[in-house]
T-cell receptor, first 118, second 112 residues
Framework: GAVVSQHPSWVICKSGTSVKIECRSL??????MFWYRQFPKQSLMLMAT?????????EQGVEKDKFLINHASLTLSTLTVTSAHPEDSSFYIC??????????????FGPGTRLLVL | SQQGEEDPQALSIQEGENATMNCSYK?????LQWYRQNSGRGLVHLIL?????REKHSGRLRVTLDTSKKSSSLLITASRAADTASYFC????????????FGKGITLSVRP
């Protein structure tokens, strides 16, 4: 099956620093990648959708200057949390959707990155 | 915004019993998907049912979809302690730029 990896799996940083999270599709080309945020005991909230080679589309209420998304290739998308603050502490999950018809309907999720901002 | 609404929000059953979880949604969909999430982990895709399908099976899982009522159910038969997790339904809308919208989730506890 399709595999999506995230790196790092967890990160602790000081307030004011920037943190970059990578999302990679390992065995398929991801036409579209999605970034979600999940607070404890809550559901996944979509932050943005990124298509390879174009600007990300952000959901309402998500600051694009704070959460920078780059989808440089068909296998890699990055999310950078700039000037992180304690309220940015959360579980960040990416998912990828394949260009191939067989996989087009299904999103494959990464294992998540837990961010703690002190 | 969240479209799917699961019920119950929490379910506790004995190992061997069946677990039924329901999901309702509001707008037209292309398909509906169920996911499982173990505590602190990523999501595992369980099953996808398209809008023109009414029922689907996968191992111990049975999913139904009623588009007239905009609802779906997930049945796990002969539950095991390892089924303990959070379960989410997610709807995939129509259109080229469709995206998954997740419900709030159901916490299932299976007592050994």
């Amino acid at each position: 099956g399709a595999v999506v990896s995230q790196h790092p799996s967890w990160v602790i940083c000081k307030s004011g620093t920037s943190v970059k999270i990578e999302c990679r599709s390992l065995d398929f080309q991801a036409t579209t990648m999605f970034w979600y945020r999940q607070f404890p005991k809550q559901s996944l909230m979509l932050m943005a959708t990124s298509n390879e080679g174009s600007k990300a589309t952000y959901e309402q209420g998500v600051e694009k200057d704070k959460f920078l998304i780059n989808h440089a290739s068909l296998t890699l998308s990055t999310l950078t949390v700039t000037s992180a603050h304690p309220e940015d502490s959360s579980f960040y999950i990416c998912s990828a959707r394949s260009r191939g018809l067989r996989l087009q309907e299904t999103q494959y999720f990464g294992p998540g990155t837990r961010l703690l901002v002190l | 915004s969240q479209q799917g609404e699961e019920d119950p929000q929490a379910l506790s059953i004995q190992e061997g019993e069946n677990a039924t979880m329901n999901c309702s949604y509001k707008t037209s969909i292309n398909n509906l998907q169920w996911y499982r999430q173990n505590s602190g982990r990523g999501l595992v895709h369980l099953i996808l049912i398209r809008s023109n399908e009414r029922e689907k099976h996968s191992g111990r899982l049975r999913v139904t979809l009623d588009t007239s009522k905009k609802s779906s159910s997930l049945l796990i038969t002969a539950s095991r302690a390892a089924d303990t997790a959070s379960y989410f339904c997610a709807t995939d809308g129509t259109g080229a730029n469709s995206k998954l919208t997740f419900g709030k989730g159901i916490t299932l506890s299976v007592r050994p």
